[in-house]
């Protein structure tokens, strides 16, 4: 267990190239009771994943460097996040992002500007994929 860790609070990490997408991730889930993890880009994503070992994760689709596909077959590809549910998590939505995000292997996608209660009901469904 990480030094300062709460017992059973689920840890959810957020990848999210925007500042401000970040702090609203950040906020909203805290809030709700998570310990979130916070990236920047897929590279800082896998790179935390592999030594947060969060219950969820959440890529934003678009994202410099790795974006949110390549870091999920990443992550995919570490045996430690085969039952780890994955949520897409973008703006600018296009026609076909829903249906390439789920065959692509994500458990989950919401589509920003997402609820509060959007984003708590989704998270809660996924996590609840992992138990």
Known sequence: MTAGRVPDMKRILVAEDRAAGREWARAVLSHSGY???LASDGLEAVAKARTESPDLVILDLRMPGLDGFETLRTLRADERFASTPFLAFTANAMQGDRERAMAEGF????????????????????LTLRT
């Open 107 to 126: 458990d989950g996608y919401v589509s920003k500007p997402v609820s509060i209660a959007g984003l708590r009901a989704e998270v809660e469904r996924l």
């Open 35 to 37: 310990e979130v993890i």
